[in-house]
């Protein structure tokens, strides 16, 4: 954050909230039923969190709700959501962390989407997948069909829509073909395109 920002901000909030203020606050919120978050129901930015202006200065809202329901915000902080919805401002879901805890806090989150998400599938499975689909003997359906999966999911890991944070290392002969054969204008030789043909078989890599 700019030091202009910093201290606009600090300006903002060196008088505490008044009960207008949460008041008016609220109106601009729908609780969730089931999650108990409090969705913002006014503009969002592009990063879906929401857009509250107050006390003179565009905020982001989860912000504006903890200074007003917590009476200070520290502006070297980061207010983080623990429910992960960047739209709700409910003061009970949110807490305040500096960037390490950011980090932590979104690494712990993928493992848990690992977790739910891909519970038919380990680290090694993936990698063994790639290991097979790079060998170029197997088509997608078939090493699909050894792990249980479809063959989207595979195409899916092959193309580093999932798992990603477990096959960059391994998918990363894939970019490198990639940047040498198109940007830099250079044709891609043999070795290259039957590394991607064995990878894409159904082009298009
Ligand atoms: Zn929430």
Not at 15 to 22: H, I, K, M, N
Not at 84 to 97: I, T, W
Not at 176 to 189: C, D, E, M, Q, W
């Amino acid at each position: 954050m700019s030091k202009c920002n910093r201290s606009r901000l600090r300006e903002a909030t060196s008088t505490p909230p008044t009960d207008a203020e949460r008041c008016d606050f609220l109106q601009k919120v729908a609780i969730g039923q089931a999650t108990g978050c409090w969705e913002w129901a006014r503009c969002l930015d592009t990063g879906g969190y929401g857009n509250a202006w107050f006390r003179g200065t565009n905020w982001r809202a989860h912000r504006v709700s903890w200074f007003l329901f917590r009476g200070s915000l520290p502006v070297d902080d980061l207010v983080l959501h623990k429910c992960d919805n960047r739209s709700c401002v409910n003061p009970e879901h949110l807490f305040l962390g500096d960037h390490s805890v950011n980090m932590a806090d979104m690494r712990t989150k993928e493992r848990c989407v690992e977790q739910h998400h891909n519970c038919r599938l380990t680290r090694e499975d993936v990698l063994e997948i790639i290991r097979l689909a790079q060998g170029g003997g197997m088509t997608q359906a078939a090493i699909g069909s050894r792990f249980g999966i479809g063959d989207a999911t595979v195409n899916n890991i092959l193309r580093g829509r999932r798992w990603l944070h477990v096959t960059r290392g391994a998918l990363q002969y894939r970019t490198v073909t990639g940047a040498t054969g198109g940007s830099r204008g250079r044709r891609p030789g043999k070795t290259e395109l039957a590394g991607q043909r064995s990878l894409f078989p159904e082009g298009g890599a």
